[in-house]
Structure formats: structure tokens, C-alpha cells
């Protein structure tokens, strides 16, 4: 089993920055790989960024590209997103997730077996 905790998340202005957190502990942490997702209200949960276990390898959304970062501490076992020049529409929770089966970079929903509760990422517009 694996648990994973968000934090990070809160109210920020339009241009603003955030650096989102995931904590796991449980089972190795390190040979799998994560990523984030996002729901905004009323809307269906949607990829934002995937990392390799290693870290060699990221995968972004097309919405953050540029201004979003995933990086990963295995020693630390710890997930992180840099989230830079905030808008209004990236105003969602944000969820950490972790694919047991596979160690590549990937965007479906459906192979992440592990998720966390997530963080409230809010901009006003």
C-alpha cells in the first residue's frame, strides 16, 4: 500500500506561483511513476504532468507547458510541482497519483492506482 498527501495548495494571485507537494509513504517510492491531475469544479479530473521513476522523463499538458515543473526526491519520497504565471482556469484541486505497474512517464488516468486527497489550488480572476 501506498499513502499520499498533498500540500501546498491555497489562494494566489493571476501572474502568481505555487509549489505543490506529495508526500508517500508506505511501499518503495521510488520505482514508480507519478503524476499530477487536476479537477476544476464541474468538471471531469484532467492530466496536468507525469515524471518517470527516475525522473528522466516528463510528460505536460499542452494548458501548462512553460509554466508548470514536476519534479521528484526519492530519498525524500516526495513528489513536487512548480506552478508559475497562475491564471484563473488553473483553479481546481490538484491530486498526486502513482502507477505501481509502470516506471515510464504516461498520461492515463486509469493506470494510477494510488491517489492522494488533494490541494486546493485557487485563482481569482
Known amino acids: 500500500q501506498v499513502q499520499l498527501a498533498e500540500s501546498g495548495g491555497g489562494w494566489v494571485q493571476t501572474g502568481g506561483s505555487l509549489r505543490l507537494s506529495c508526500a508517500a509513504s508506505?511501499?518503495?517510492?521510488?520505482?514508480?511513476?507519478m503524476a499530477w491531475f487536476s479537477q476544476a469544479p464541474g468538471k471531469e479530473r484532467e492530466f496536468v504532468a507525469s515524471?518517470?521513476?527516475?525522473?528522466?522523463?516528463?510528460i505536460y499538458a499542452d494548458s501548462v507547458k512553460g509554466r508548470c515543473t514536476i519534479s521528484r526526491d526519492n530519498a525524500k519520497k516526495t513528489l513536487s510541482l512548480q506552478m508559475s504565471s497562475l491564471k484563473p482556469e488553473d483553479t481546481a484541486v490538484y491530486y498526486c497519483?502513482?502507477?505501481?505497474?509502470?516506471?515510464?512517464?504516461?498520461?492515463?488516468?486509469?493506470?494510477?492506482?494510488?491517489w492522494g486527497q488533494g490541494t486546493q489550488v485557487t485563482v481569482p480572476s
Open positions: 515524471i518517470s521513476w527516475n525522473g528522466g522523463n516528463t
Open positions: 497519483a502513482l502507477d505501481e505497474d509502470l516506471r515510464v512517464a504516461h498520461v492515463q488516468q486509469s493506470g494510477y492506482e494510488y
Open positions: 508506505g511501499r518503495t517510492f521510488s520505482s514508480y511513476a
